[in-house]
Protein backbone atom coordinates (compact mmCIF):
# COMPACT_ATOMS: atom_id res chain seq x y z
CA UNK A 1 0.00 0.00 0.00
CA UNK A 2 2.71 2.48 0.81
CA UNK A 3 4.69 1.64 -2.35
CA UNK A 4 1.27 2.79 -4.22
CA UNK A 5 0.82 6.15 -2.17
CA UNK A 6 5.00 6.56 -3.01
CA UNK A 7 4.27 6.15 -7.09
CA UNK A 8 1.09 8.20 -6.99
CA UNK A 9 2.61 11.29 -4.72
CA UNK A 10 5.47 10.99 -7.22
CA UNK A 11 3.58 11.23 -10.46
CA UNK A 12 1.60 14.13 -8.62
CA UNK A 13 4.90 15.90 -7.41
CA UNK A 14 6.13 15.30 -11.50
CA UNK A 15 3.34 17.15 -12.75
CA UNK A 16 3.00 19.94 -10.40
CA UNK A 17 6.89 20.45 -10.81
CA UNK A 18 6.57 20.33 -14.47
CA UNK A 19 3.62 23.26 -14.47
CA UNK A 20 5.35 25.50 -11.54
CA UNK A 21 8.75 25.25 -13.92
CA UNK A 22 7.37 26.04 -17.40
CA UNK A 23 5.52 29.02 -15.93
CA UNK A 24 8.97 30.10 -13.88
CA UNK A 25 11.23 29.61 -16.82
CA UNK A 26 8.44 31.40 -19.16
CA UNK A 27 8.34 28.10 -21.41
CA UNK A 28 4.83 29.04 -23.88
CA UNK A 29 5.36 26.10 -26.12
CA UNK A 30 7.45 22.35 -25.65
CA UNK A 31 9.71 22.14 -28.23
CA UNK A 32 11.06 19.46 -29.29
CA UNK A 33 15.04 18.16 -30.51
CA UNK A 34 13.44 16.08 -33.46
CA UNK A 35 12.08 19.75 -34.86
CA UNK A 36 15.55 20.36 -35.01
CA UNK A 37 18.81 20.03 -37.13
CA UNK A 38 19.81 17.99 -34.08
CA UNK A 39 17.36 15.31 -35.43
CA UNK A 40 19.34 12.43 -37.17
CA UNK A 41 22.36 12.92 -34.23
CA UNK A 42 19.91 12.47 -31.41
CA UNK A 43 18.01 9.29 -32.78
CA UNK A 44 21.33 7.90 -33.20
CA UNK A 45 22.53 8.31 -29.97
CA UNK A 46 19.32 7.26 -28.29
CA UNK A 47 19.33 4.26 -30.64
CA UNK A 48 22.46 3.39 -29.44
CA UNK A 49 22.23 3.68 -25.69
CA UNK A 50 18.78 1.60 -26.32
CA UNK A 51 20.45 -0.97 -27.98
CA UNK A 52 23.91 -1.24 -25.09
CA UNK A 53 20.95 -1.61 -22.38
CA UNK A 54 18.91 -4.11 -23.92
CA UNK A 55 22.24 -6.23 -24.44
CA UNK A 56 23.23 -5.68 -21.02
CA UNK A 57 19.23 -6.40 -19.86
CA UNK A 58 19.34 -10.16 -20.00
CA UNK A 59 22.58 -10.39 -18.27
CA UNK A 60 21.66 -8.56 -15.16
CA UNK A 61 18.61 -10.28 -15.09
CA UNK A 62 20.67 -13.65 -14.80
CA UNK A 63 22.49 -11.76 -11.60
CA UNK A 64 18.79 -12.34 -9.86
CA UNK A 65 20.31 -9.67 -7.78
CA UNK A 66 17.74 -6.53 -6.51
CA UNK A 67 21.03 -4.09 -6.37
CA UNK A 68 22.29 -4.72 -9.70
CA UNK A 69 18.50 -4.62 -11.23
CA UNK A 70 18.35 -1.13 -9.65
CA UNK A 71 21.67 0.18 -10.34
CA UNK A 72 20.98 -0.95 -14.32
CA UNK A 73 17.56 0.93 -14.34
CA UNK A 74 19.04 3.51 -12.38
CA UNK A 75 22.10 4.17 -14.90
CA UNK A 76 19.13 3.63 -17.61
CA UNK A 77 17.41 7.05 -16.17
CA UNK A 78 20.56 8.99 -15.88
CA UNK A 79 22.40 7.95 -19.18
CA UNK A 80 18.77 8.70 -20.72
CA UNK A 81 18.02 12.15 -18.92
CA UNK A 82 21.30 12.96 -19.79
CA UNK A 83 21.18 12.30 -23.55
CA UNK A 84 18.29 14.33 -23.77
CA UNK A 85 19.91 17.43 -21.69
CA UNK A 86 22.90 17.90 -23.52
CA UNK A 87 20.51 17.76 -26.94
CA UNK A 88 17.85 19.61 -25.91
CA UNK A 89 20.97 22.18 -24.08
CA UNK A 90 22.54 21.76 -27.83
CA UNK A 91 19.88 22.45 -30.11
CA UNK A 92 17.39 24.51 -28.06
CA UNK A 93 18.76 26.48 -25.42
CA UNK A 94 16.80 29.38 -26.03
CA UNK A 95 13.75 27.78 -24.79
CA UNK A 96 15.55 26.92 -21.49
CA UNK A 97 13.57 23.86 -21.57
CA UNK A 98 16.81 21.54 -20.62
CA UNK A 99 16.54 22.80 -17.21
CA UNK A 100 13.16 21.80 -17.09
CA UNK A 101 14.04 18.28 -18.30
CA UNK A 102 17.36 18.14 -15.70
CA UNK A 103 14.86 19.23 -12.71
CA UNK A 104 12.44 16.26 -13.61
CA UNK A 105 14.45 13.52 -14.42
CA UNK A 106 16.91 14.12 -11.27
CA UNK A 107 13.02 13.61 -9.50
CA UNK A 108 12.52 10.88 -11.69
CA UNK A 109 16.10 9.23 -10.42
CA UNK A 110 15.73 10.20 -6.86
CA UNK A 111 12.44 8.31 -6.72
CA UNK A 112 14.26 5.06 -8.66
CA UNK A 113 16.88 5.19 -6.02
CA UNK A 114 14.52 4.92 -2.55
CA UNK A 115 11.77 2.72 -3.91
CA UNK A 116 12.21 -0.86 -2.81
Do not use: C
Not at 22 to 32: D, P, Q
Not at 70 to 92: K, N, Q
Amino acid sequence: MNLWILIGGGIVLLFTLDFLLKKLLGIKKTRYVQETSGKKAYQWVRGVAAVVFVSLLWPVLSLESTFYLRVFWVSFLVIMTGIEVWFEYRYIKISRQFIKTLALGSVLITFALFIH
